[in-house]
T-cell receptor, first 118, second 113 residues
Framework: AQTVTQSQPEMSVQEAETVTLSCTYD???????LFWYKQPPSRQMILVIR??????QNATENRFSVNFQKAAKSFSLKISDSQLGDTAMYFC???????????????FGQGTILTVHP | DTGVSQNPRHKITKRGQNVTFRCDPI?????LYWYRQTLGQGPEFLTY????????KSRLLSDRFSAERPKGSFSTLEIQRTEQGDSAMYLC???????????FGPGTRLTVL
């Protein structure tokens, strides 16, 4: 079974600054996907960024980028030029790739509450 | 494309009652997932469908829980004889292909008194 750990229950950052959210995972799989989802207060979860494990290049989406360290099983999210609208709960998630059971389901971490201060 | 919708958005019920939630996925998405999220925690997988076939159920899904997806379109999640421990947000997500991004609905918040 896979596990995902987010060791930072809460983080805060000043507007326009950079913040990094940590995520580690444990799996015996070699092929998988990793995701960061954002859940604003009382709003639905949306995808921030995804990374395919077979790709060595770190994924980037505008102000969001990841640092994917496969050997260390680490997948951190960096948010540059933080904005007030980035305030949300952020979840790291794992999805197995390949056949068999559990294929396609997401395993989530506990989440990190990020607050961006003006 | 209107996104994933869920109804009702909130449900308050008394212990022992049965409740049913509905999820309408994004049209043409053939995979549909149910997750449960308790306050301050990450979502936990409950079950998923590919078209109308239910392919996997978590051990979290006790015999009191049942899910269906007739005709491979909308899905329903029913909880029989609700317990206070069932209080949670129930999330639905859909995707077109197995490795595609899962798009989440707004959730149904269940409170069991």
């Amino acid at each position: 079974a896979q596990t995902v750990t987010q060791s930072q229950p809460e983080m805060s950052v000043q507007e326009a600054e950079t913040v990094t959210l940590s995520c580690t995972y444990d799996t015996s799989e070699n092929n998988y996907y990793l995701f960061w989802y954002k859940q604003p207060p009382s709003r639905q979860m949306i995808l921030v960024i995804r990374q395919e494990a077979y790709k060595q290049q770190n994924a980037t989406e505008n102000r969001f980028s990841v640092n994917f360290q496969k050997a260390a099983k680490s997948f951190s999210l960096k948010i540059s030029d933080s904005q007030l609208g980035d305030t949300a709960m952020y979840f790291c998630a794992f999805m197995k790739h390949g056949g068999g059971t559990s294929y396609g389901k997401l395993t989530f971490g506990q989440g990190t509450i990020l607050t961006v201060h003006p | 494309d209107t996104g994933v919708s869920q109804n009702p958005r909130h449900k308050i019920t008394k212990r022992g009652q049965n409740v049913t939630f509905r999820c309408d996925p994004i049209s043409e998405h053939n995979r549909l997932y149910w997750y449960r999220q308790t306050l301050g925690q990450g979502p936990e997988f409950l079950t998923y469908f590919q078209n109308e076939a239910q392919l996997e159920k978590s051990r979290l899904l006790s015999d009191r829980f049942s899910a269906e997806r007739p005709k491979g379109s909308f899905s329903t999640l029913e909880i029989q004889r609700t317990e206070q421990g069932d209080s949670a947000m129930y999330l639905c997500a859909s995707s077109y292909y197995i490795t595609d991004t899962q798009y989440f609905g707004p959730g149904t918040r269940l409170t069991v008194l």
